[in-house]
């Protein structure tokens, strides 16, 4: 893993809320897994895991030598606003594939009893509908959980993640001295 890769860069919100960096994010999945501890540096603006021998900060562009100084572990409150924002986004995915799923069962019963060539014809019709469950069920809860809920739960948690930050920022800036 590598610190400055500009090719290991996924999609970050231009909003103005520098949260959740990937290395964040990883970081912080792995401390709530138990797999690493909430130790090391951090960026002292956006909490980015950094080396320890970079004063700039990757993501935020805080320098550590005039700004904000450089954190030994992600504040509490910084570490359950990813938790909040990953259960959010993961209901609106899971939300959005059983939508899918509901509808492949759904259509797939009319389908069926719509042909007519299904009508005395027991198993083909009990084969046709398992595959349109088998196979649509699938594509369409990926479709829907992947694309539309994961979208929909991203920008919804995004939301929650902002007014998390400006009320950290506020917090934070009103207890420095
Ligand atoms: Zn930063």
Redesign the pocket.
Known sequence: MSFDDPADQRFHPNDGC?LFSERLEEHLVAVQKGLAPNRGQF?G??Y?PVSRDTTT?A??G?DARTGRKTVDAVPREIAEALIKQRKVEAKWVNGFAYLGLLIAMVGGIALVLAVPFFKDRLIYATIAYGLILLIGGRVLAGVLGGYYGDRIGFERARRETISTWERWVATRDATQT
């Open positions: 520098p960026c603006n956006c980015t900060c993501h935020c805080q």
